[in-house]
């Protein structure tokens, strides 16, 4: 298997697990459609610092690297990684503003 293919076979694969079903109100939203690292998660704590605790940020971003670098700002960050989806190339995370 080619090595893009590979990776995003494993992208895929990551982003299934992590979906979570249901509606729910999404305060904000963030296009990072062709921002690199790490653009996506720079822009992502300045939209969630203008947001109120307890909002919903939607983010959207296609960097291979936003797969390992959402979560890992989501944690170091108190805010809640609620779903992380693949719609066609684009990587779809929704984010709880924590403390």
């Known amino acids: 298997m080619a090595r893009h293919a590979l990776r995003r076979h494993i992208l895929v694969d990551m982003l299934k697990h992590r979906g979570i079903t249901g509606d729910m109100k999404i305060d904000a939203e963030l296009d990072a459609i062709g921002l690199l690292c790490p653009l996506p998660v720079l822009k992502a704590r300045k939209r969630l610092a203008a947001l109120p605790i307890g909002a919903i ?17 989501c944690a170091e960050a108190g805010h809640v990684l609620l779903a992380s989806t693949l719609e066609d190339d684009v990587q779809v995370y929704d984010i709880r503003k924590g403390l």
């Open 57 to 73: 940020l939607r983010m959207r971003a296609d960097d291979p690297a936003a797969v390992i670098d959402v979560p890992h700002f």
